[in-house]
C-alpha cells in the first residue's frame, strides 16, 4: 500500500501520487500516459485527473500497479470501477483484444493480453492472480489457451491455468521457467493454434521468445519483449540493452516479421502502438536499420 510519507517530490499536487516503492516497471504511464510519466527511476503523477473520465482511468493505473506504489484518499479508492479489466484495446475480426491490467511484481509489470475470439479465449502472458479479473474472464467466456511469449513473463501461470483447466504453451527452450506448461513449441518454424492465430519463434531477447499473430491482415501483434512502440521518437524497438540472450538472433527474428501485414503492435512491456496500412514493413526496416548503425 502506497504511503503518503513516501510521496515522491515529483509527483503534481492533488490526490493521487507514487511512492518510493515504485520499481519503474512503466505500467502506470503506458496504461494511462494523461496522469502518470516516468521521472528519473521511478515514475510520477504527472498531472492530477479532472472529472469522472479522467478519474476512472487513474484508478484503473492505482490498480494495474504491481507493487501498490500508487495512492490516493480512502474516499476516490471507493470508486475504482469493479469492470475495469480487461479493458478493451481493438476489436479485430478475429477476435476482440483486451488489457488485462492488474501487472505481477513477477514479470516487472508486464502487459497481459485477452484475446475474446470464436475459437476459445486465449490469454496471452498473465497478470497477477486476481479473483475479479478471472470473473470479468468468464463472463467473457473463460480461457480456452494460455500462451506465455517467454521465460519473463510467467507469473502466476499455474494459478491461471488451474482456475481455467486451459493448456499452456511456451517454447520448449524457455520451457524450465514453466515447467508444468502442458504445450511446448520447438524450433523455429510457426505453429497455426487455430486458422487466425499463430505462434511465431522469434529467439533473441531469450532463447524461447515467441510472438503470437491474430488475424493474417491487419493482424495484431502480441510480441513479449521481442518489440515494442517508443511514442517519442516514432520507432519500433528492438533492444539490445534488454536483449539477454542473443542479439544477432534477435535481430534475424525481427527480420522474420518483415513481411506481416500488423495493425496493432501488442508488447509485454513499453508503448503498443497501431499502424496504417503499409506503416509496418517501414517501421521494421527502420529499426533494423537503426540497431545496424
Ligand atoms: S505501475 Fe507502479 S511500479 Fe510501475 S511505474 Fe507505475 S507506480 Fe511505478
Known sequence: MARPAQRLAANAPGPFYVDASCIDCGTCWQFDPQHFAPHGEASHVLR????????????????????????????????????????????????????????????????????VRPGGNVLVDVPRWSAPLARRIRALGGLHTLVLTHRDDVADHDRWARAFHCPRWIHSADADAAPAAERRLEGREPWALDADLQLIPTPGHTAGSLVVLLGERNAVLFSGDHLWWNPAQQVVVASE?????????????????????????????????????????????????????
Not at 478519474?55 to 480512502?74: N, S, W
Not at 514479470?107 to 493480453?113: E, I, L, P
Not at 540493452?241 to 516479421?257: I, T
Not at 501485414?261 to 527502420?286: I, K, M, T
Open 48 to 115: 492530477q485527473p479532472q472529472g469522472d473520465g479522467e478519474l476512472r482511468q487513474a484508478l484503473l493505473a492505482l490498480q494495474a500497479c504491481p507493487v501498490a506504489a500508487i495512492g490516493t484518499t480512502a474516499a476516490l479508492r471507493a470508486r475504482t470501477p469493479a469492470d475495469g479489466f480487461p479493458a478493451l484495446i481493438t476489436r479485430h475480426p478475429a477476435g476482440d483484444v483486451y488489457y488485462c491490467g492488474w501487472a505481477s511484481r513477477r514479470s516487472f509489470g508486464a502487459s497481459s493480453w485477452l484475446i
Open 241 to 293: 540493452r534488454y536483449c539477454w540472450w542473443n542479439w544477432p538472433e534477435q535481430l534475424r527474428s525481427v527480420e522474420r516479421l518483415l513481411d506481416l501485414d500488423v495493425g496493432w503492435l501488442l508488447p509485454g512491456h513499453g508503448h503498443s502502438h497501431g499502424f496504417a496500412p503499409g506503416a509496418w514493413r517501414l517501421a521494421l526496416e527502420q529499426t533494423l536499420a537503426d540497431a545496424r548503425r
